[in-house]
């Protein structure tokens, strides 16, 4: 096994074994607290709530994809063209307005809970996605597509079998990026009681407890950084298929 | 056969394609000449209506063009372009299943017919099916591309430009495999180049657009002959017309009997190549070779050279 892959191995065994029996790491969040307050966060169940942080952000970045995609691929060709400088405002505004301010009015709408956050990350998380993707199939040569229609492939054929796996790198690329920035900005959804790791680190701040602030940042950051990783295995398996 | 009926195509104002009219024979390669911008590859893009024509028909064996959905059309139809547009993330094998997949033949069949045209343009299967067209050289990528175009078989091949890019020892090569080819398969091939040289060397008949009209539509030779405009012997090019005149001609279309001191020139060798000769040798007659290599008869410079002048 590469180096690469031994660091991977240990990064994974690391946040699992956080996760599932954190107890074991005490003795290192110890010195952060006063006042004899807990070492570990004890509200909850650590793997449930990373869970629950997990499922989020994969809801969102799913979400994002497929808008975002499927937007990209509508406004790259024939009479959508016309609308491609709106959808870059408004992909380009979901990523300026800041999640916080998404969440603030999106409660009032939807209520508490899981809905404001989605509604928050799916809109962050599009912009990123959305522009790789347009990259992508602006990429595509014209005399690949020529060809194509050529043959004759139909609109369809020549979009699924053409245009989408020459792009298809920079569309991973992208959402690559979203997913790292969602689970960095999911947190935010435990202010409007969203289940995640969020609650870690608002309870350590409310409670003066830095341990559980670091505890929560260190897991989101982990996953993050898995995560971040997996994609690119994957992507990198996809590209060579095995013939 | 295609049956090219007043075809015209215009953006707003701009007139492209000027009311053409043209017939096409079937099994032969007609070249279309012109300018940059003269409506070459309008013209040929309308036959597979990858551009919709502005008016005027168009009819491929007798069935209008029009009478099924453009993608079905073009799956008859082969199409290769300069540069020629390989799928990069398909392998040599995948590129040229392309049509055949599209029309949904039986896996078996496919995998035959790929085999058979990778031999048919000189790549080994084994070693390039599975290869990527970025790990061809250029002219094997040209050489899948036309064997792309044509793996269904179709009966009409539409060519823009496709040797433009290549050098031009490689280029001749190409031009000599088509012919090869387009012979073997009698497929009915239309040519667009700028390249007189190869329109000469390659087409029974060569039309001349000039602004969107076509200005002459004849074999070479008479291009020569008999421009038909002046913007026609411009395009041709007076200085070289009669070596050019003489290269469209073969030693066997002028033998005569008996037997001369002087080198061996094959039947299949141009007037042009033939002069050549002589002139190289030193000598004013050289003895014409059949196919098998038998002496059949002789041709004199004199001959040649009667050849090759405009009052023959
Ligand atoms: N979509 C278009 N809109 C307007 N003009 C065009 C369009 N496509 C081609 N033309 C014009 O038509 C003319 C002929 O183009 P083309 O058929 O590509 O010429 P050629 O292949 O002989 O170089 C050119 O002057 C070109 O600028
Ligand atoms: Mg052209």
């Known amino acids: 096994m590469k180096a690469s892959g031994v660091i991977r191995v240990g990064v994974w065994g690391l946040l699992i074994a956080f996760l599932l029996k954190p107890q074991v790491f005490a003795p290192a969040f110890a010195p952060l607290t006063q006042h004899d307050a807990p070492a570990i966060y004890d509200q909850g169940d650590l793997a449930t709530l990373a869970w629950a942080h997990l499922g989020l952000v994969l809801t969102a970045t799913s979400l994002s994809a497929l808008l975002a995609i499927g937007l990209a691929i509508l406004v790259s060709r024939g009479p959508g063209r016309a609308f491609l400088p709106m959808s870059r405002s408004l992909v380009g505004i979901g990523q300026t307005f800041p999640p916080v301010a998404v969440l603030a009015i999106a409660v009032p709408l939807v209520g508490f809970g899981i809905k404001p956050t989605l509604i928050a990350l799916v809109a962050y998380g599009l912009l990123p996605i959305f522009e790789n993707s347009l990259t992508g199939l602006s990429q595509v040569p014209a005399s690949v597509l020529e060809a194509a229609d050529g043959a004759g492939m139909s609109p369809i054929q020549r979009l699924w079998s053409v245009e989408l796996p020459l792009a298809r790198p920079l569309m991973i690329e992208g959402l690559r990026q979203t997913l790292v920035i969602s689970v960095g900005t999911a947190t935010l959804g435990s202010t409007v009681a969203s289940q995640g790791l969020g609650e870690v680190i608002i309870a350590g701040l409310l409670s003066d407890n830095s341990a559980f602030v670091l505890q929560g940042g260190l897991i989101t950051g982990l996953m993050a950084i898995l995560l971040h990783d997996a994609v690119g295995l994957i992507a990198q398996r996809w590209q060579r298929p095995v013939q | ?312």
């Not at chain 2, 590129?95 to 055949?100: D, E, L, Y």
């Not at chain 2, 250029?138 to 890019?165: T, Y």
């Not at chain 2, 061996?264 to 004013?284: C, K, Q």
């Open chain 2, 1 to 312: 056969m295609i049956e090219i009926e007043s075809l015209s195509k215009r953006y707003g104002e701009l007139t492209v394609v000027d009311a053409v009219d043209l017939i096409i024979p079937k099994g032969s390669i007609t070249a279309i000449v012109g300018t940059s911008g003269s409506g070459k590859s309008t013209l040929l893009r309308m036959i597979n209506r990858l551009i919709e024509p502005s008016s005027g028909q168009v009819r491929i064996d007798g069935r209008l063009t029009t009478s099924e959905p453009a993608p079905a059309l073009r799956r008859r139809i082969g199409y290769v372009i300069q540069g020629n547009g390989l799928f990069p993330h398909r392998t040599v094998a995948e590129n040229i299943a392309t049509v055949p997949q599209l029309l949904g033949w039986e896996p078996a069949r496919i995998a035959a017919r790929t085999e058979q045209l990778l031999t048919l343009f000189g790549l080994d299967p084994a070693i390039h099916a599975r290869r990527l067209p970025a790990e061809l050289s250029g002219g094997q990528q040209q050489r899948v591309g036309v064997a792309r175009a044509l793996a269904a078989g179709p009966s009409v091949l539409l060519m823009d430009e496709p040797f433009g890019a290549l050098d031009p020892i490689i280029r001749a090569k190409a031009q000599e495999d088509l012919r090869t080819i387009q012979r073997q398969l009698g497929t009915t091939v239309v040519i667009v180049t700028h390249d007189m040289e190869e329109a000469f060397l390659l087409a029974d008949r060569i039309a001349v657009l000039d602004n969107g009209k076509l200005l002459q539509h004849d074999v070479p030779a008479r291009l020569l002959t008999h421009p038909a405009h002046p913007q026609v012997m411009a395009l041709t090019g007076t200085t070289d017309r009669a070596l050019r005149l003489l290269s469209l001609e073969s030693t066997a279309a002028i033998v005569t009997a008996g037997e001369v001191s002087g080198p061996d020139l094959p039947a299949s060798m141009s007037l042009r190549e033939a002069l050549s000769a002589l002139i190289w040798a030193g000598a004013t007659a050289g003895n014409v070779l059949d196919a098998h290599g038998q002496r059949s008869g002789h041709v004199t410079m004199q001959a040649i050279l009667t050849r090759g002048s405009a009052a023959r």
